[in-house]
């Protein structure tokens, strides 16, 4: 079959569609004739500016920064602000963030002395005291002034269960692409000739002291259309990388190939989970002598292991089994691939009221983070002979709990409780069921002054929408409140209430703004099914959800268009992308951070194909039809008044393209709709990379709002 048109319009190489080319012609014509600037990438003229270190685009991002910079860095108020909040975020009584590991307490800090930051341990008692005494392991500024290179850390995993090797990932500036490099954790040093790769994205366990497996760029062939690990070797201490056997080799068109390791008092297991979709996950067990490919429905969320058992749930009805269940199969059935019912066991089944977001595995028991209406609980499980028996932890109405820990070598465990106005509070348990508060963050906001409120309200298709509301009390229903709408509504990732400290929320609703954190779907706050909700040809209900929100804020007498502002990152970013180019005459402030906004071209972009699940495959006619009705860059249209917008990425974002961001903000700007720029030339993803840096983000964010709602 020769090449279609398309391919050759796009300059791409993705797999072919299964149309006949004639097919593709004819719908191209027609397409074409709809709209000629959305089909043609060569009609595009602001492809340079994926060039993401190109000399031109560089240019142009240092101009745009300094526009911005002149604009609003200048004022005193600006660097009083500024300063605030750097100094608010490096406040040493912040809850020391840390993770239990053989008796210890292991915390990254970083403040402004430690401005990448310090990797450090103190004992679990000196922990539990007011000021711990720390011992640093591992100081990341000191490592890149020896170095040369911006490192940032980006975790360490750690043999269990004797904890004297760990595998550091280092980051050059926050990209995803990592450097890992074992670590002796008794002597604090590198080891050298150790399990030492190159920069890449890549992906290691510990199967024992001498192998471990990794998935790295190995080379051409090696990486999937993604820009993920296509190849999973075995490697030997002793050998070289490049001498190392595959273990496992996938394919190009699916999604991601990790290596899988559980090493628990209970048993080891090992091998790699397949993900021929975002959210598809297929598990390959080593069974001592060979790989075996595990029988079990794709739409699945693998856990880990316990007692002889696989834990998992399943985002799609399976059997008698209902989507959103928990269940526990026995791994010599998974082995022998004679899986029946008899074989499953369930240990929770969705009831309509709650539904599971998130699972920890610990020694003796199952920690289960449900939520139910939006706000976080958690459930104990417990098996007792061949039955599971659950257990919620109570005492912590009126909050949110989050799973902050577990060992699986022992019998600790935390959690961590919050709501919009409280921060958190660290609970610790040694027998799983009575906890004791052990750290709590001092409170930079004063609930008394503040309510919170949640609201619902309906959808264009009657679907109630749920959104948070947090103002001052007794605010007037005037309309002139100035009010930020929080979305993201995408990936299954949901919004609960969490505390506002610390963000551009304490911040606003300092200055007398009213903040509101939506629940629309594409989430996961009901389950798999309000993410399901929302996927490809439907994803316009995001953002019917979103508008909804938006009319629900001004017909409540709120807010108005004059003193409304949206807010939203990544797939957020196109969330508010699709809204504004929607419906320009809601907003006067539009957000949009590290974005995704040329639907058109996400796929050919870093990890954009790894997306094509979520929002539809622009290669394909039928799917693109869809797509182009909401793609932000092409849904611009010449001589209509948009908000002015702020855009923000990073030079260094290797997941979401900065080239996203950069067109949107060109192309506006030629059509004489007035923006604001800001790209930070570091800080992947995060947009980011310190404290200092978000801080000044935070500030210049602050200052935009401030301009456009309230002055």
Sequence with gaps: MSKPLFYSLKNISRKKISLKTGQYCLYFLFLFSLNQSVISSDLDPYLWLEEVEGEKSLAWVEEQNEETFTRYTQSNAF?????????ELNDDERIPSAYYQNGEMYNFWRDEKNVRGIWRKTSFKSYLKDEPIWENILDIDQLAKDEGINWLYKGADC???????????????????????????????????????????QNASWVNEDQILIGADFGEGSMNESGYPMQVKLWNRGESLEEAKIFFSGSYEKIFNFPFVSIRPDGKYYGIIEGPTFFSEVLHLFDGEKLIKINLPQMIDIHGFFNESLILSIEEDWE?????????????????????ESDVKIIFEPDGQRFISGVSIGKHQLMVSMLENVNGKITRFMKKDDRWDSKDIEGFQNS???IYGQDVWSDNSFISVSNFLEPSSIYHASDGADYKKIKSRKNSIDPEKYRVEQNFVSSSDGTSIPYFLISRKGINLDGKNPTILYGYGGFQISKPPSYLGGSIAEYWLNSGGVYVVSNIRGGGEYGPAWHQSALKENRQRAYDDFIAIAIDLIEEGITSKDHLGIEGRSNGGLLVGATFTQRPDLFNAVICGVP??????????????SWVDEYGDPDNPEEWEYIRKYSPYQNLKKGTEYPEVFFYT??????????????????????????????????????TSNIDQFSFLLALQLAYLEDKLMN
Excluded at 79 to 87: A, C, G, L, V
């Design 596 to 609: 995704l906004l040329d639907m058109y071209r996400y796929d050919k972009l870093l990890a954009g194909a």
């Design 650 to 687: 990073s030079t260094k974002d290797d997941r979401v393209h900065p080239g996203h961001a950069r067109k949107m903000a060109k192309k506006m700007t030629d059509m004489g709709s007035p923006i604001v720029y800001y790209e930070n030339t570091e800080g992947g993803h995060a947009g």
């Design 159 to 201: 043999l269990a269960p004797e904890y004297k090797r760990c595998l550091i990932r280092l980051s050059d500036g926050g990209t995803d692409a990592v450097t890992i490099r074992e670590f002796d954790l008794k002597e604090k040093k590198f080891v050298k000739d150790g399990f030492n790769t190159y920069p890449s994205k």
């Design 79 to 87: 660097k009083k602000k500024y300063e605030r909040i750097k100094k």
């Design 400 to 402: 949110t709990m989050n």
């Design 320 to 340: 008698i089994f209902k989507s959103g269940s928990l269940l526990e199969i026995n791994v010599n059935s998974l082995l022998a691939n004679s899986i029946d």
